[in-house]
């Protein structure tokens, strides 16, 4: 997992709980990376995992929940971080459906390293896209809340029903958005 993602949830979990709290988290978790995490460099997802479930553990927020607040919480530091991505659209689809065939070979071509999910589309009508994502690590919940997040950046309700999921069984999480 790139850097980037462990600095955000730090960020993430000391606007929460503090940063004090952050660091009892923290030191709470057996990690394998014993360095800051750096945004450019990679580290085990393992202690993402760590931190993840310590900070459940410490809040009392339910991991879909705190996954889905999280990923509320990227989106709009990424587009500040990431302009060029975001600006050259006006609506949440067209940038929904840039992820794997724009951001994605960027991403690659920054970090050759960077393991991504991967991301299928069906576009079965001009409001509304079939979103595919498959992921080893079966974040879905962090992916339902990037596109909240998605939704809330670009002023525009998107309703979302998951038809398939990895964390019941599925080889992919199956997203259908309405956009309006």
Request: include cysteine; charged fraction near 25%.
């Amino acid at each position: 997992m790139k850097g980037i993602v462990f600095n955000l949830l730090e960020e993430f979990i000391t606007s929460m709980l503090g940063e004090e709290k952050y660091e009892e988290i923290v030191a709470g978790c057996d990690l394998k990376t014993k360095e800051p995490f750096v945004g450019p460099g990679t580290y085990p997802d393992e202690d993402l995992f760590a931190i993840v479930g310590k900070t459940v553990a410490v809040s009392g927020i339910a991991l879909p929940d705190a996954l889905r607040g999280f990923g509320r919480f990227c989106f709009p530091r990424l587009a500040e971080k990431f302009p060029v991505f975001v600006t050259a659209h006006n609506h949440p689809k067209p940038f929904l459906k840039s992820v794997e065939t724009v951001i994605h070979v960027e991403v690659k071509k920054l970090y050759p390293d960077a393991v991504l999910p991967s991301f299928t589309y069906d576009n079965p009508a001009p409001d509304r896209l079939i979103m595919r994502y498959s992921s080893k690590r079966r974040l879905c919940h962090l992916m339902e809340g990037l596109i909240d997040g998605v939704a809330e950046y670009y002023k525009t309700p998107i309703r979302r029903r998951q038809t398939k999921c990895l964390l019941e069984g599925g080889n992919e999480c199956e997203f259908e958005l309405s956009f309006g």
